[in-house]
């Protein structure tokens, strides 16, 4: 059971509101909202991400019930003290001036060595003041991208925070491998969605996970999933980029879909370039598209 917030709740920006997501995140797939959107056309028992980063899709969609997964520990824990002490978690971001003095001290802390309130307000205002939203860390696993608040908007205040509250309680979080997360949960008439860190050619476009994160070496799992989700009578919807190892998760029973994105490779603006993303799915989405 998780706790419900007897008060008036603030309301969120409308569905699909590119503002939505609590964090920043690189990869995040806010620029074609709307035509994943296009695949949310019934009721689901529930809707399921193996690997939410910033779960744009899922705050734009505000599900009645999700269950929401990433290996990244300190996102997931970051998530669980929002919905369940908002207040707790703003009275500390509130007395964290804007300074590079004050990123980099956060920087240092070892979140294991302080509570899980201080660490999620750490965790938020490391995400809001880094270097274009990247989660990167060392061999050691230490965050360790530089601080470049240029363009990154304020804090979540305490309203926006209770509001954040309310929404996540219908969220179960997990943080298991995307494999041995979706054989425990996925059933029949569930919603899954996949939006893996590319590994193109073995090189990470938003390398954002340090040493273990997504890899060539997890495509053939990743095409068995699919398999599995399908069996088990769910639905299903892959986003990747569109390259040579995405022809494994293709496959003849699939349909898929190609649409040109913008894609920011290196953080800086020139180095920006119009790519192909995949929709992969084992159904036709609807071929009404939501306007804005």
Known sequence: MYRKISRSIPKLPT???PSLPIFRW??????????????????YRSYIEPCAG???LFFGLQ???????DTNVDLIQAYEQIRDTPELVSSKLARLPISSEVYYNLRGLDP????????CAR????NRFCFNGIYRTNRQGQFNVPYAPTKTGKLPDRDALI?????LNRVHFDTNDFESFIGEHVRQNDFVYLDPPYAVNNHRIFRQYGPTTFGLSDIDRLSDTLNTIDARGARFVVSYADSMEAMALTGDRWHVKSLETQRNVSGFSR????????LISNFQPNQNEIRS
Request: charged letters at 25%; aromatic letters at 8%; proline letters at 7%.
């Open 15 to 17: 569905p699909l509101s």
């Open 26 to 43: 690189a990869g995040s797939k806010r620029k074609i909202l709307k035509t994943l959107a296009t695949y949310w056309d019934q009721p």
């Open 54 to 56: 910033s779960a744009a």
């Open 63 to 69: 599900p009645s019930r999700a269950i929401l997964n």
């Open 112 to 119: 294991a060595e302080i509570d899980p309130i201080e660490r």
């Open 123 to 126: 965790f938020i205002y490391l």
């Open 163 to 167: 509001a954040y509250s309310d929404l």
């Open 271 to 278: 180095h920006r370039r119009k790519a192909v993303e995949l």
